[in-house]
């Protein structure tokens, strides 16, 4: 593999996104709802869980509800930038990763470029690519909430940038497998709203095949859910995973959903 | 030797496309895939360019295997129906090819820049593929086939679809770079095969029928004589009968048959006297005009003389 050829093409692919006028648009309205989510509610919120009147009930119910670990932050700001963040990326990830091969496929492009590069470099690339996408609108809003904490200025700069690393870095690992996931789709869809309905269908009929097995034949088989990317949400979303759970799972969620794009892609025809 | 193609088959579902082809093509003039539709050429076409894998048997490229990344850059070809990113200008894509086969920036501005003036289209390089008639982003897709130094180019109905001002300019490209490249031709206008092959193969129901040398005079079914020539005369009207039996009466002559409306097939003896002299008199003496003269047979008559009247 050329690592050389890979990394043309995740440039390319995140050109492809950014500078179209779709991605532009995209852009646009990223910035316009999170300037909306930052102003409105993540401020006002914040406020909020500064008066002690709040706190002093809501603290001990979210405490019972697992989510004491994000009580302890020092910027109020990120608790409610990272509930937000934990329900839009992922969902944005989705929506942006959705065309990685298939329309190139589907349009004959793929035709041009695969006589230039093997497959594996145009899926990393792609892959690659899309990674660097959603860093990028994770570092957007997370800079935009740190000057939001730095006006408040009732924490401290220092920690609230160490704690926006720890933010920027638990966003990236929880979008990585779903945008492997997504390229694993790619390779047998026929277009970008086909993936986004085959992602959506996946997931639902794995969840309740699961849940039915569950019920009626086996117990515990709750396990197998980890064919799916993202799958113990909630628990990430309280930071109640362990480092395996935080880091190693998904990297090796998304080595296996690479591998099995780069089988099905090797084997399709063009 | 350039390609080899060695025993390869390919089936989609129960039927076969391909059947145990196996062909060699050496570096020099053109080479033409005939045949009609679903003949197979586009799966071979697309097995040795690598969309496809075979079912069975390999391609070699200079005695090494394909696909293979070593290969890139050597090989190129125009997909038949492959469109580029409508999202991006001309330029910006075949200079992302010029940089995927390993030339720098600044190279890659001059490749394109070279390629594009191939086919004429330099003025429209930062137009994007929707901007352009089909005719243009053929000869786009045309250009990122010339891309670098490629040893084997494949092109797959290069000429259909564009005005008769532009295939000809890129017969005349072909026929131009064809002492640098090999081309390997796929298309059903056999006059444009004819003027550009010299080498024939010839594809029927997933199997290589024949191979025929365009410049040799050889009957394939015939043992011929080596004294035995052939003429094809196209005339502006229909021969009358008397006319078709008086050239039949003619020194030399051994058949006259009708290939077509307007066209006819003349075997003869080649002797010490030249034949075509004493055609263009006959004709000329009866008052007979002529449209064409042709040494030989017709690539079509070649190739379909078992089917002719």
Known sequence: ?270 | MLLSVENLSKSFGDKGVLKSINMEVAPGPPVALIGPNGAGKTTLFSIIAGFLNADSGKVLLNNSKLPSPAQFGQIAVLPQDAQLDPRFSIDKQLRFFCRLQGLSARQSEQEVSRVLELVDMAAERKKKPQQLSHGMRKRVCIAQALIGEPRLVLLDEATAGLDPIHARSIRELIANLAGEVTFILSSHDLAELERLCERVFVFSDGKLTHYLNVNEASDNNKVLSKTTEFLTLRTRIPLPEQYVSELEAMANVQTVSLTQNREYLIEYTKTGDPFDISLLQFLHGHRLEYQQIYNGKTLENKLFQNEMP
């Open chain 1, 1 to 270: 593999m050329s690592i050389n050829r890979a990394l043309l093409f995740s440039r390319f692919e995140f050109n492809r996104f950014l500078l179209s006028k779709r991605g532009l648009i995209a852009l646009v309205c990223y910035l316009l709802l999170w300037s909306f989510l930052l102003i409105e509610i993540v401020s006002r919120s914040a406020d909020l869980l500064r008066s002690s009147a709040f706190t002093d009930v809501i603290y001990p119910l979210l405490g019972e509800a697992g989510f004491e670990k994000l009580i302890e932050w020092s910027a109020p700001e990120l608790v409610f930038y990272w509930v937000v963040a934990m329900l839009s990326f992922p969902l944005l990830a989705v929506f942006a990763s959705a065309d990685q091969l298939c329309s190139d496929k589907a349009r004959g492009t793929m035709r041009f470029l695969t006589l230039r590069a093997t497959r594996f470099e145009i899926l990393v690339g792609r892959f690659l690519g899309q990674v660097c996408i959603s860093a990028c609108f994770i570092l957007l809003s997370i800079f935009a909430v740190l000057v939001l904490v730095i006006y408040n200025g009732e924490s401290s700069l220092s920690a609230s940038v160490m704690l926006c690393g720890k933010v920027f870095f638990h966003l990236l690992i929880t979008v990585v497998p779903i945008i492997a996931f997504m390229t694993l789709i790619n390779t047998f869809s026929t277009s970008s709203k086909q993936t986004i309905v085959y992602f959506f269908l996946i997931i639902l009929l794995v969840y309740i095949t699961i849940g039915l097995i569950e019920t009626y034949l086996i117990s515990n088989v709750g396990h197998a859910l980890l064919i799916l990317p993202n799958v113990n949400w909630t628990a990430r979303l309280q930071l109640g995973l362990s480092e395996f759970g935080t880091w190693g799972i998904p990297i090796i969620q998304t080595v296996i959903f690479l591998a099995f794009a780069q089988v099905q892609f090797a084997r399709s025809a063009l």
